[in-house]
């Protein structure tokens, strides 16, 4: 007994229905992955790229307060005064950078923020230095000349490490506006493939007295 024509297609459309089905669940998959994704993207950017250049920002400040306690110590009435200014700037600094150890930080920031943090724990403390003003002696130009040497080569770490948040931020909305796309893509296929589903429940509610009636005979 050869099995009616009006069963074979019911076979194939329910094998059509089948793959459909698994589609619009992995489909389903893809989203959550998406989404996870773009959520990960939106967090670094906050946590790891904005809150970092706040961090930068504060760091940069600092130092540059004490550049300019060292290059015009002789205007100050009380030297120590200056002294305990700069160490007090200093260890803000070094708090901000633990802050930012903890951040997710890219091979490169790691690099350049351990130069950073080595300088101003062993070049830029001000107690490691002669005296760089005294009202006998006046200004001693050669450790001035010194300390700004490694104030420089510290914010230029801080440039480097500027401009990597710049990189990491637009290559993290780069992926996010890839992530974007491609659920796009897969929305539209999402859209034509509930299309056939319907069009199959159709056919296979259609075709069902057809089916019944071939049974009978």
Same mark, same amino acid.
Request: proline letters at 0%; a negative charge; hydrophobic letters at 40%.
């Given at each position: ?22 589609? @619009?669940?992995?489909?389903?998959? *893809? ?5 996870? !994704?773009?959520?990960?993207?939106? @967090? ?26 060292? %290059? ?19 260890? #803000? ?8 150890? =903890? ?7 790691? #690099?350049? *923020? ?14 490691? +230095? !002669? ?11 050669? #450790?001035?000349?010194?300390? %700004? !040497?490694? @104030? ?6 801080? !440039? ?14 780069? %992926? ?5 796309? =491609? ?18 429940? +159709?056919?296979? @509610?259609?075709?069902? =007295? ?8």
């Amino acid at each position: 007994m050869k099995t009616p024509k009006s069963l074979t297609n019911k076979l194939k459309a329910a094998i059509v229905l089948t793959f459909l089905l698994l589609v @619009i669940f992995g489909k389903n998959i *893809l989203d959550r992955k998406n989404f996870n !994704e773009l959520e990960a993207s939106f @967090i670094s950017v906050y946590e790891d790229r904005l809150v970092v250049e706040s961090y930068i920002f504060s760091i940069s400040e600092n130092l540059f307060r004490i550049k300019l306690l060292v %290059n015009h110590c002789w205007e100050e009435s009380d030297y120590s005064h200056v002294l305990e200014e700069i160490e007090d700037y200093e260890e #803000q600094i070094l708090k901000t950078v633990e802050t930012f150890e =903890r951040t997710n930080l890219t091979v490169a920031e790691e #690099q350049f *923020l351990t130069d950073f943090k080595e300088i101003v724990m062993n070049k830029l403390r001000i107690n490691d +230095y !002669e005296s760089l003003y005294s009202e006998e002696a006046g200004i001693n130009t050669t #450790q001035v000349h010194i300390y %700004n !040497e490694h @104030i420089e080569r510290a914010i230029k770490d801080l !440039e480097k490490l500027s401009q990597i948040q710049i990189e990491e931020g637009r290559r993290l909305a780069d %992926n996010s506006e890839k992530v974007v796309n =491609r659920s796009r893509i897969w929305a539209q296929f999402e859209i034509a493939a509930l299309a056939m589903l319907l069009l199959i429940i +159709y056919l296979l @509610i259609y075709t069902s =007295r057809n089916i019944k009636s071939e049974l009978i005979d």
